[in-house]
């Protein structure tokens, strides 16, 4: 048996699908055209359209990355998941390179010496890279709140935060935080978010920053 | 400087957040005992109560995938991301494997031969296991109708289908073919899902066979 779907090349998918959203947005909206690609791809990821009001950026967010990103900025993810997500081949074009720090095992000691979580701990640990820093949360908002507490202290100077994490407890605190620790951010606001949130907006501003897409 | 949020142990978290799902569940609403786990871990997953309403379960479909992860069960993923969310410790302490074939070279060959995704070449992939199989889609479509077509053509017979594609282009209809195939199937309705869903699932239905949580 052979089933016949919409008749469509793999390779179009995707554009057909960025299509639809397109003509699916509210038409009476303005989107600033920078944001616009993002917001899309995470829609994209998500087929929820409540993130074309969730999503928050700092002023002129995505225009500094993409010159962070160009100048070989590495991206930090606080979970292996959000890392598998990543186009990590794109990123390493541009010179970057990707990590988590979640299943290392020193990780795990210092975490349970402090009493935190290893998400809070990964975010130290990523505080001491060298390279422009866009640090990705999708599933933390314990990592969150360190980068503000790393922040405050001058441990940390990120060139963008990615704060997307998912959930009930403490989270839309965290995201309030980081939108007032005076760091670049692109915040999922609200409850929602996730891994695939976070990589999602991670690849859309590598693909612009390649031009690849 | 050290920021004060609602206290609680890194370990109190997801039981916190459980309890939030539960009390925020329509009371007035009656959800089968077996199903209600998998449904409150996709919400915990995505912070979106509409999979209260977009979860379609085939009858007996989690009692009798508990049966299988009990006797082995291997979960083969349509992405990496998928896989990188499902806990495969657990997986293996009930005596199963998990698998993703995406990035397999052959089938990068095989699906430029054959003009389709390689997606569904995974699917052929998958198809050659002997363990009892519970295959997992959150992102592609072509995989679930592969799926339909293997099923139809007597050479695949997972015990589980977790259909949880997202998307615009023939995500709908793949998931409405897979619920028309003749296997057990969890299903997101719909437009919405994920590999963060897809793992959800899994991971829900892990647990419970496991007991640990």
Chains 1, 2 share one sequence.
Not at 48 to 59: A, H, I, M
Not at 185 to 204: D, E, F, L
Request: hydrophobic share 45%; aromatic share 4%; with cysteine.
């Amino acid at each position: 048996m052979k089933i016949e779907l919409e008749t469509i090349l793999p390779e179009q998918i995707e554009n057909r699908s960025f299509a639809i959203i397109e003509s699916e947005l509210p038409k009476d909206r303005k989107i600033d055209a920078l944001q616009k690609p993002v917001i899309k791809r995470v829609i994209h990821t998500t087929a929820d359209f409540d993130y074309l009001d969730n999503l928050k950026f700092s002023e002129h967010a995505v225009e500094k990355t993409l010159a962070a990103l160009k100048s070989g900025a590495c991206i930090v993810t606080d979970t292996n998941m959000a890392k598998a997500g990543v186009h990590k081949a794109s990123l390493e074009k541009l010179g970057g390179a990707l990590y988590c720090y979640m299943a290392d095992e020193d990780v795990a000691a210092e975490a349970k010496r402090q009493g935190c979580t290893r998400a809070a701990v990964c975010m130290e640990k990523a505080a001491k890279l060298d390279n422009p820093l866009i640090i990705a949360v999708g599933n933390a908002p314990t990592a969150l709140v360190r980068i503000c507490e790393l922040i405050s202290e001058g441990k940390l100077k990120p060139a963008l935060v990615i704060g997307a994490p998912v959930g009930f407890v403490n989270v839309v605190r965290s995201k309030e935080l980081i939108m007032q620790a005076g760091v670049d951010y692109i915040v999922a606001a609200g409850r929602k978010g996730g891994s695939n949130v976070a990589a999602a907006i991670c690849n859309a501003l590598i693909y612009m920053a390649t031009g690849e897409r």
